[in-house]
């Protein structure tokens, strides 16, 4: 069982950068690769970037490409994102994911466990 508990979220004018905090419960934390993802209100939730359970590979949406960063730290059992660059397009609930399983990691469906979500506003 992994528990995820997200942090750091809130506002922020657009062109400044943010970061939010993934903290994760359980003894096999190690060994699952990490994702973030977005809902913003009316769309559907969406990948934004994903690191391997090594911190060698990472993945990322082509809309965050080169403004985000996500990285983990195992021994801390947190995996972080941070957010440059800001566009109000960036607002939504930012959702941490794991997964022991997960293939491409660009897929809500390869994770089985989630955070509860924390919001992130950028204003323009």
């Known amino acids: 069982q992994v528990h995820l508990v997200e942090s750091g979220g809130g506002l922020v004018q657009a062109g400044g950068s943010l970061r939010v905090s993934c903290k994760a419960s359980?003894?096999?934390?190690?060994?699952?690769?990490k994702g973030w993802f977005r809902q913003a209100p009316g769309k559907e939730r969406e990948f934004v970037a994903a690191?391997?359970?090594?911190?060698?590979?990472?993945y990322y949406a082509d809309s965050v490409k080169g403004r985000f960063t996500i990285s983990r730290d195992n021994a801390k059992n947190t995996v972080d994102l941070q957010m440059n660059s800001l566009k109000p397009e960036d607002t939504g609930v930012y959702y941490c994911?794991?997964?022991?399983?997960?293939?491409?990691?660009?897929?809500?469906?390869?994770?089985?466990?989630w955070g509860q979500g924390i919001q992130v506003t950028v204003s323009s």
């Open positions: 994911a794991a997964t022991s399983y997960g293939s491409t990691l660009l897929s809500d469906f390869e994770y089985d466990y």
């Open positions: 359980g003894r096999t934390f190690k060994t699952y690769a």
């Open positions: 690191v391997t359970w090594s911190g060698v590979n990472t």
